[in-house]
């Protein structure tokens, strides 16, 4: 439901920064679709998202795919599919469109070439014709001598006859930019002022295969799109000078940048797009909500009006209205699992007090349940209906951390009702259960609680002259069919009043 109301005020907004207002804020999130959307992308999507509510700007998603040997099949849909479950919904992106695409690169390629033209006209790109093999030699040369490897611009002093004559035989190229030995100054949003001097040789731009790399697709499009401001991981802060050299070339003016700090794992390693772990498609499967996820990235870097150590579940709205980029930390930041889960029970809490959503829930169970146990559903002996559900939900709002929990063997009782053909039950124990239903029919509801069952139970055992321990045991096995587990108390408080005596009732008659 949430999601719903937030996809609603997505497009509304879409259509007033589109078509009524001039908005000077836009973003961009630009995965490769190569894996899976992971933590640390989730945390850079969420920054931008919020950066561009909170200063009333654009939100883009832009899909970078320049890289063709790693693409994988179907891995943008299900990127952007995860994306807009967290409730992270795009202004423009390759489904929606917008007045900037394609947002996909590899259908930008004519862009790409006529940008090249550009740099190749004003000298500050040039052909580069060394072989693979050649560029392997130096590789070979530079570790050699324990040197960083690097290319030596060899063709970057070829004249333009020379260039010619090696296009009309076709000779394999690529592009490459010239870098200055200028240093270069600029301001980081999150890690202040920086003066860089390239370290590196001439970079390529565009590829043997037509294909622009990813430093200069990135800057052509965060330019085209009329990008203001970068966040990103900080570990693309040491490609900034490049781009911001491409941008010095094109006489365009850069964009803000802000660099995320790392998320590193509970010990302390770095987070891997390989750890299956982290991916938000396993939180989703496992039961975690959107919300819950979200705040949870925010536990790592910074960015919030927020006492430190402090775990708060907050809205949408509430995220959007405590963000603040000035709050960035610089340093790297450990994520405990533990959070998350403490962040969904919150969640879980949350949306059973909204009536609307509470119905979500119990049909999310009932889904969990059917599938959990399909011959139960098939025959009939598991208990859906929505009250049963509901009252089982509320019962264990704080004792749960994940709708999973609650289908597991142990709890299996609360959802399927004991085969009874199997009992074999002596008259004087049946005589104690009638007595005992009729008993609890007369208390209210509202006393119907683990507490006051137990001290109940003891003391009807001491009444009627029942030994206790037998009767627990008789007692567990017509509501659960079960021989060891909870509590008779507290199978009973789990169960609910009227499920009780259900269960009771069917051994009575």
Not at 129 to 153: G, M, V
């Amino acid at each position: 439901m949430q999601c719903k109301i937030l996809r609603i005020i997505n497009n509304l907004q879409f259509i007033q920064t589109r078509y009524f207002s001039k908005q000077s804020v836009r973003v961009r999130f630009a995965p490769s679709p190569t894996g899976h959307l992971h933590l640390g992308g989730l945390r850079t999507a969420l920054y931008n998202y919020l950066f561009a509510r909170k200063n009333g700007g654009s939100f883009v998603l832009r899909i970078e795919d320049t890289d063709q040997t790693r693409l994988e099949p179907e891995a943008m849909i299900k990127l952007r599919d995860n994306l807009i479950w967290t409730g992270i919904i795009p202004d423009e992106d390759p489904v929606r469109g917008g007045p900037y695409g394609p947002y996909i690169q590899s259908k930008r390629l004519d862009i790409y070439k006529e940008q090249i033209e550009k740099l190749l006209k004003n000298g500050s790109a040039y052909y580069c014709f060394c072989s693979e093999h050649r560029l392997d030699l130096l590789r070979k040369e530079a570790l050699k001598i324990r040197a960083k490897p690097k290319y030596d611009n060899r063709c970057r002093h070829l004249t333009e006859h020379e260039v010619k004559e090696k296009l009309s035989k076709h000779e394999t190229y690529c592009i490459r930019f010239k870098i200055s030995s200028e240093p270069i100054v600029y301001r980081d949003l999150v890690y202040g002022d920086a003066t860089l001097i390239q370290q590196e040789s001439d970079f390529v731009i565009m590829k043997a295969d037509g294909y622009p790399t990813y430093h200069f697709a990135n800057v052509v499009d965060d330019h085209l799109m009329k990008i203001t401001h970068v966040l990103r991981g900080v570990e693309w802060q040491i490609s900034t000078p490049k781009h911001i050299e491409i941008y010095n070339a094109f006489g365009w003016k850069p964009p803000h940048y802000a660099h995320l700090p790392l998320i590193l794992n509970t010990d302390g390693s770095k987070l891997s797009k390989r750890q299956g772990d982290i991916r938000v498609e396993s939180f989703r499967e496992d039961g975690i909500f959107p919300l819950a996820l979200l705040n949870y990235v925010t536990q790592a870097g910074g960015g919030f009006n927020r006492e430190p150590g402090m775990i708060t579940c907050w809205s949408y709205e509430e995220l959007i209205k405590q963000f603040d980029i000035t709050k960035i930390n610089v340093n790297s930041s450990k994520l405990h699992f533990e959070h998350l889960l403490e962040l969904n029970r919150m969640e879980i809490q949350n949306l059973l007090n909204d009536d609307n959503n509470a119905k979500l829930m119990v049909e999310k169970v009932r889904r969990l349940l059917i599938e959990a146990f399909p011959e139960n559903a098939n025959n009939g002996s598991l208990q859906l209906d929505d009250n049963h559900i509901l009252t089982i939900l509320k019962w264990a709002h704080n004792r749960m951390t994940r709708l999973n929990d609650l289908i597991n063997k142990n709890l299996a009782f609360l959802w399927i009702m004991p085969d009874i053909e199997s009992f074999d039950i002596d008259p004087k124990e049946l005589q104690s259960l009638r007595v005992l239903k009729n008993e609890l029919d007369t208390v209210n509801n509202s006393e119907f609680n683990h507490h006051m069952l137990n001290s109940y139970l003891k003391k009807f055992a001491s009444d009627n002259k029942i030994h206790f321990p037998s009767f627990m045991k008789f007692l567990r096995k017509v509501l659960s069919g079960l021989d060891h587990g909870p509590s008779v108390a507290e199978m009973m408080d789990m169960l609910g009043k009227d499920k009780t005596l259900d269960r009771l009732n069917r051994f009575i008659r």
